[in-house]
């Protein structure tokens, strides 16, 4: 039986829409590489009726509960006792968990308050669990063959908690059937128009494979899935349709499975031996930022330059005050010229330039808000393309950012 | 009686850890702000039975469903069908929703596939919302005094019928109570040391107005909320407690309610009429971007620069290579001669520097991962701190940019 889990996150903030909810997202991800399916994810309020209701719908339905939420020392957080009312039982201090919260302040020289303190009351039922970067211990209960597991909501108190602790401790207890799933990363080609490419391959798809079609941001990733319990067989099985898929897809395809277009672009430029230099102003920072998130980056990312102002374009990046005046900073002429100068400034051996207008200001009737030229240099050849992407900011930076990926991608592979 | 609403993600990726559910966040967001209360959220998967049981269980509980996800063309997406059997109806071609298709295949000169056409295919009892950005309509139903609306699961689409449409749709059919929040923002104090702090105040505050604390990276927002019918008195009673509180965490207030931290600083330097300059190493473009994220930040932020190698903090930035191999790129006299020649190259009034260890590699023993130096720089001064951050290369960049942006708001204030 494959083992089903269902996460319960408590907090108001979730349901008010000011915290965003990236707890379960990160914890369907582990739980999934180890196995183990989440059949259902459910948030609610910092009300001691709505969680006893949530943990115990949840057990109807699941053999593992993972909760979130609510551990903080402060009187608006009531898990913890509404935890102890769940399994009708008491708070008892723990002196381990209170050495850990002393440790934690003497390291930070910070006097212990009386909230601190009462961390490490915890319900005489459960196992603590250890909570190495801060005071919330959390919390492993089992009954009638069900496991809950209840956590802080603080995001990496929770993840080192998940992984150090909760993940090996589920292992532990054993899972027969798992679930595989490949990723194919596609780029530049919409979801319908990639149906109608893969028509052909998905009417033949074997029935006990899943397919799913995942757009966002020029992007769709096709999911392939499939359960069981002899592993390597289904690897073989799925491997062989990707096999059959590429031939159709294989010049929108950037990456497989994890890999993201900044690294698959990392990758390309590290075999080749290139340098990357960026001079964006529109996107202002979020491409290098994107960048720079690859760990190892340094080895191919020389450096970028954010010309907010078109001062600084002309004066830093020395693209002619006329061409500046001529055509304006949205130009094909200003981010080939900002291509050029920044690979050359920069030491790099490709670049790539961004200037356009994110909006909501800066629109013209000729340039509208959502109009973005993105220029391209290598030692081969320089180029340049015209966007036109929506009315909103926010879209504008990630559509540049990622049609700027994109172009660094088709460039190098034809290389 | 207050609205209460309940929300429904559809789609196996967000169970599977793939996909994060940025969508049901930013709905409770204006659901809040339009008066209706949230009071649960749900995840399943793109399987029938799971949806029908969520609907039908949402319904026992809300006053109004709404259900995102799952409308795409592609055969992985069932809402609509599922839909069309909890309701018990048939779907019929909307010859007004396949134009609108049709306009926006012609308008980017692509055919239009049998899929696409299917799309116009409607439940025959639901009233269609229109999505001016993409191919899936909406879908509003009303039974038993319950509202259901099905809206896409791609952010932009669902976010622009829900401003159009649903939101005023559901102003339309009246709520009584409302629910008024405010929330004031603290950075630079952890949330247990904040509430020893306001103890005090803490201890009188009225009931019927309900604390939280709400810790994110450095920050710790205080969420004063209450409920009632005379919207006025209400604000007036909760501006009370905020003006009591102010006098015991001022210095550690940058803004109120949905106001960002890069929103406080633009305001502040807007009002001084300053302009900023970045030097950003380690953070790689995250700074920048946080800044320029702000709509109009062009009016007070000249540009930055990434010297992600030291070749180009020397080359581009007049860091003396001396320096550079006597202390190293993340030094103290680094970072304030990073801060110093940015401020000059680029023209500006204030600037801020960062340099450190991000990780995962490049730790050494003297400069762990986590080691971060940040530079200031402005007419009167010039100075610089180090901190310590943690292990993690992704929290290492966003509290390092979020120090240094505390470090901009903490000068500005004593200018």
Request: hydrophobic letters at 40%; glycine letters at 8%.
């Amino acid at each position: 039986m494959l083992a089903k889990a269902e996460i319960i996150t408590i907090g108001d903030e979730i349901l008010y829409g000011q915290t965003l909810d990236t707890n379960s997202y990160w914890m369907s991800g582990v739980l999934d590489q180890a196995g183990i399916s989440v059949i259902r994810k459910t948030c609610v309020g910092d009300q001691k009726e709505e969680i006893l209701t949530s943990i115990s719908e949840a057990e109807g339905r699941a053999d593992i509960i993972l909760i979130t939420g609510g551990l903080g020392p402060t009187s608006d957080d009531i898990t913890k006792q509404t935890l102890v009312e769940y399994f009708d039982t008491r708070l008892i201090p723990n002196p381990k968990i209170l050495e850990h919260i002393k440790s934690i302040f003497s390291r930070a020289d910070r006097e212990m308050s009386d909230l601190n303190i009462a961390q490490a009351d915890l319900p005489e039922n459960c196992t603590p669990i250890p909570n190495p970067l801060g005071t919330a211990a959390g919390m492993w209960f089992e009954r009638h063959g069900k496991i809950f597991v209840s956590m802080p909501g603080v995001p990496y108190e929770m993840k080192r908690m998940m992984t150090d602790s909760v993940i090996p401790m589920l292992i532990d207890k054993k899972v027969e059937d798992v679930v595989h799933h490949r990723m194919i990363r596609t780029i530049g080609v919409p979801e319908s128009q990639l149906a109608d490419l893969i028509k052909p391959w998905e009417d033949e798809l074997p029935q006990d494979i899943k397919l799913a079609y995942l757009p966002t941001m020029g992007t769709v990733k096709l999911r392939l899935t499939t359960k069981g319990s002899d592993l390597p067989a289904m690897k073989k099985k799925v491997q062989a349709q990707i096999d059959k898929i590429l031939p159709l897809i294989g010049k929108n395809v950037y990456g497989f499975d994890e890999e993201e277009i900044e690294e698959a672009i990392g990758r390309m430029l590290k075999e080749r031996g290139l340098k990357l230099a960026i001079a964006e102003s529109c996107t202002g920072g979020f491409l290098s930022h994107k960048i720079t998130s690859v760990a190892g980056s340094s080895a191919w990312f020389n450096g970028s330059f954010v010309p907010y102002s078109n001062e600084l374009k002309n004066e830093q990046l020395k693209v002619s005050k006329e061409i500046l005046q001529k055509d304006g900073a949205v130009s094909e002429s200003v981010v080939l010229a900002l291509a050029k100068n920044v690979k050359e400034a920069f030491n790099a051996d490709v670049a790539v330039s961004i200037s356009g207008i994110a909006g909501p200001g800066g629109g013209t009737v000729e340039k509208p808000v959502g109009t973005v030229w993105i220029g391209y240099a290598d030692e081969h050849k320089v180029m340049a393309k015209k966007f036109q992407f929506t009315m909103n900011r926010n879209l504008n930076i990630k559509f540049s950012a990622m049609a700027a990926l994109n172009m660094i991608r088709i460039n190098l592979d034809k290389n």
